[in-house]
């Protein structure tokens, strides 16, 4: 079982940059492929972006690919998300999640998430 830890979020300008990190525990960090999503109110939580355990494979959705990067930093069992030109529509609450089996689904173990608000 991996637990993680999001934090990072808060209101910020359309335009307007964030970096979200979260720490993850229980599990050796550095084998584990790891992945943002988001939960905008009365929507399906969604995938962002995803990055292998080697830390080399990075894949995004549609919607923030050239504007989210995902990277991590096995030393401190972290995965961050930088976000950039943040648009209204990517307001949500942020999770991110240990990927596993072929199909690389997130576990059943999700954190709180981190709160992203975009003004206009």
């Known amino acids: 079982q991996v637990q993680v830890q999001e934090s990072g979020g808060g209101l910020v300008q359309a335009g307007g940059s964030l970096r979200l990190s979260c720490v993850a525990s229980?599990?050796?960090?550095?084998?584990?492929?790891m992945g943002w999503f988001r939960q905008a109110p009365g929507k399906e939580r969604e995938f962002v972006a995803r990055i292998g355990w080697s830390g080399g494979s990075a894949y995004y959705a549609d919607s923030v690919q050239g504007r989210f990067t995902i990277s991590r930093e096995d030393a401190k069992n972290t995965v961050y998300l930088q976000m950039n030109s943040l648009e209204p529509e990517d307001a949500a609450v942020y999770f991110c999640n240990s990927l596993i089996g072929e199909a690389l689904e997130p576990s059943q173990y999700w954190g709180q998430g981190t709160q992203v608000a975009v003004s206009s």
């Open positions: 229980g599990r050796t960090f550095s084998n584990l492929d």
